[in-house]
């Protein structure tokens, strides 16, 4: 026995490496990309720690490169979730006991081993599967995710050691926080190799046991980080990897008894149909489960007349098109006072004149390709509609080309029609709309940009005005869940700016903060009188 109270190590943000030319990071990471661009994987379901191939697989391609192939990850049936959900349950009664400082340990293991020994294929295996620049997914497969599990361990201590503030004479009182009474389902986006790696891993952090379900464009890298955890010591069940198709998922887990919550992100119609079928088979569950989702944007940049035009440009440019836009922070639509429309459109198009866009493996690209055939498909629907109407214009790009990869220019649209297609709707690609209004219009642009669509995830202002500002900050408090002043509208970093959104953005539990992983605990209240009364009689019995 260990009676020890324990203190994590006080988080640190992982450095991030620039991979300059003749660095020892860029010489690993070309590598590694060499490596696993010329090795083609089979990618088994893990269920109970085991591997099982099912037969239905699906090929994994390079999205900048039909000629790349990577791979094939076996889909997982009903059948097999099933399995994954007996073995969860199976390894939830010692998981949900094992010290929280052991299950610590664990986590910060592999935060270590992503940080040292797997860096380098780590983030080579995001760029080829999902089609980030080097510095993309150094942000994410590297520092953010270790970022999530160093300040989550540290953030499982601080809930822990939340107690009543006080106690009776006679009498101790504490608060326990036990894992939820079933499993949970991680639903997770091919976006961010990070997020994808938390949504699983921030409820087994407090004690859970998890069904992991990628995107259908991700499975790639989850394979990786499955080994890595099993090499941290994570015990088998806790998390079974299950690729699957939504069905097959939603009718195993929304029908099981055992269902606690689900972790979820992705899109905004999704994540209302699981919440309706949850709502639907209620009666079916032992508890409420548990419901955590990040889900749509449609992210706003908004200038005042006293913004620095350059900065405003750099934001635009870095907000709307870095991987392609495909970030739900991602800058879709902006509001510029007409008085610097000509400037800042004429230092846009310089910016964009200076990407350079092609593999992720030539490190002197900006930009890559969308993520697959089904993104191309959608993102130039909203471009070839664009181009034939009437009401608003392509200014900048415009064009694609699938024939080696699935590549689209960044594309920057103008309208005042603020009901246009392009500048109400959630795209996912590397398009950027933008209106123009009267500068003595501030006030009134801004409730219009609060109430322009059902999202609010991200959002930037800038002005170089306070009072301009302030005005901002009141006009769009409910807006955005994440608000920037005089930044583009993305970039979140863990303990600095945990990241979530209201209304259809999602439940804004915020990742990368104590407000995630509270929801991940069931608490019990406990006293404890040392000397109980043994009379039922109280004083004001005494008399009449």
Request: aromatic fraction near 12%; hydrophobic fraction near 40%; include cysteine.
């Amino acid at each position: 026995m260990n009676n020890s109270v324990f203190n994590v190590p006080f988080p640190q943000n992982e450095p991030i490496f620039e991979y300059r030319e003749g660095s020892k990071e860029k010489k690993e990471l070309k590598a590694a990309l060499k490596e696993l661009s010329e090795k083609y994987i089979e990618i088994p379901v893990v269920i109970g720690g085991k591997e099982v191939k099912t037969g239905n697989t699906v090929e994994i391609t390079a999205p900048f490169d039909h000629s790349i192939k990577l791979g094939k990850y076996h889909k997982a049936g009903q059948p097999e979730i099933q399995q994954a959900i007996d073995a969860a349950m199976t390894a939830r009664e010692a998981w949900g006991k094992m010290p929280w400082y052991h299950r610590a340990g664990i986590f910060l293991k592999v935060a270590e081993l992503i940080s040292t020994k797997y860096r380098a294929q780590m983030n080579a295996a995001t760029m080829l599967s999902i089609g980030k620049t080097a510095v993309q997914a150094e942000i994410d497969s590297a520092c953010e995710l270790i970022d999530f599990l160093r300040f989550n361990v540290y953030f499982m201590q601080q809930i822990y050691a939340e107690q009543p503030l006080h106690n009776s004479k006679g009498v101790w009182n504490s608060l326990q926080y036990r894992p939820l009474e079933g499993f949970i389902l991680a639903v997770t986006p091919f976006n961010f190799t990070a997020i994808s790696g938390n949504l699983p891993l921030a409820p087994a952090m407090m004690g859970n046991v998890v069904l992991w379900k990628p995107s259908g464009d991700a499975a790639y890298v989850p394979n990786l980080l499955m080994k890595i955890f099993k090499e941290a010591g994570l015990p088998d069940g806790v998390v079974n990897y299950v690729p699957s198709d939504a069905k097959d998922i939603s009718a195993a887990t929304f029908s099981s008894p055992d269902f606690g919550g689900i972790h979820f992100t992705g899109s905004t119609g999704v994540f209302k149909n699981i919440w309706e079928t949850i709502g639907k088979n209620i009666y079916k569950y032992k508890s409420y489960p548990r419901i955590v989702g990040e889900t749509g944007g449609k992210d706003f940049i908004f200038a005042h007349k006293s913004a620095d035009v350059d900065a405003l440009a750099v934001a635009s440019v870095r907000g709307a098109f870095e991987y392609q836009g495909q970030k739900c922070s991602a800058a879709s639509r902006a509001y510029v006072p007409f008085g610097m429309r000509e400037a800042y459109l004429k230092k846009v198009k310089e910016l964009v004149g200076e990407i350079k866009m092609g593999s992720p493996m030539d490190f002197r690209n900006f930009m890559t390709a969308v993520v697959s055939k089904r993104a191309y498909e959608s993102i130039i629907a909203y471009i070839d509609y664009a181009k034939q109407a009437k009401d608003a214009e392509i200014v900048i790009g415009g064009g694609y080309d699938s024939s080696k990869g699935w590549f689209i220019e960044p594309t920057v649209i103008t309208t005042q029609n603020l009901e246009f297609k392009t500048f109400r709707e959630e795209i996912f690609g590397p398009v950027l709309t933008v209106t123009f209004y009267e500068d003595e219009k501030y006030e009134e642009y801004l409730k219009l940009c609060n109430s322009g669509n059902e999202y609010a995830l991200t959002g930037s202002i800038f002005a170089g005005c306070r009072n301009a500002i302030i005005t901002a900050f009141e006009l769009l408090e409910d807006a955005a869940g994440n608000f920037y002043i005089n930044d583009k509208p993305t970039g979140a970093v863990v303990g600095q700016q945990p990241f979530g959104g209201g209304r259809g953005s999602g439940t804004n539990d915020k990742a990368g903060s104590y407000l995630n992983l509270v929801r991940w605990v069931n608490t019990r209240t406990v006293k404890e009188t040392f000397v109980p009364p043994l009379a039922i009689g109280y004083p004001h019995m005494e008399a009449e």
